[in-house]
């Protein structure tokens, strides 16, 4: 079922991104640079094992993982979180654990696009990623 996210990904369009990395924890000259780029995610699969590689000039950041199965993540803001990714209803739904706080990450397809919607708390960014 994860077919559909498979390939490389660009970001095209970023909305309340700075207020949830704000809410995150992420620091001012991190959030400024975080919201100038446009980083390309790449989604493959080996087996029972997911990969989701991001690229941007500043920072890569990959994982691999089995869905449904914690797993500990260094994220591109510097995070130690545990992580578990599922699959419900045609979406990719992340969830990230750290110091008492959570976040949930939800990927989905929407008209031949990758829509990424972040929310932690009551702020919420969507992002949108076009396929290359």
Not at 31 to 53: E, F, H, L, Q
Not at 55 to 69: M, V
């Amino acid at each position: 079922m994860v077919e559909p996210f498979l390939g490389t990904w660009k970001l095209v369009c970023s909305e309340n991104f700075e207020d949830y990395m704000k809410e995150l924890g992420v620091r001012f000259a991190a959030r400024n640079v975080a919201g100038s780029v446009k980083p390309t995610v790449s989604i493959g699969v080996n087996g029972d094992m997911v990969s989701i590689r991001t690229e941007n000039p500043f920072k890569n950041t990959a994982i691999s993982f089995k869905l449904g199965e914690e797993f500990e993540e260094a994220t591109a803001d510097n995070r130690q979180v545990k992580s578990i990714i599922t699959l419900d209803s045609g979406s990719m739904i992340q969830g990230q654990k750290w110091l008492g706080k959570e976040t949930t990450i939800k990927r989905q397809i929407v008209h031949g696009k990758m829509a990424v919607e972040c929310a932690m708390n009551n702020i919420v960014s969507t992002r949108v990623y076009q396929k290359v």
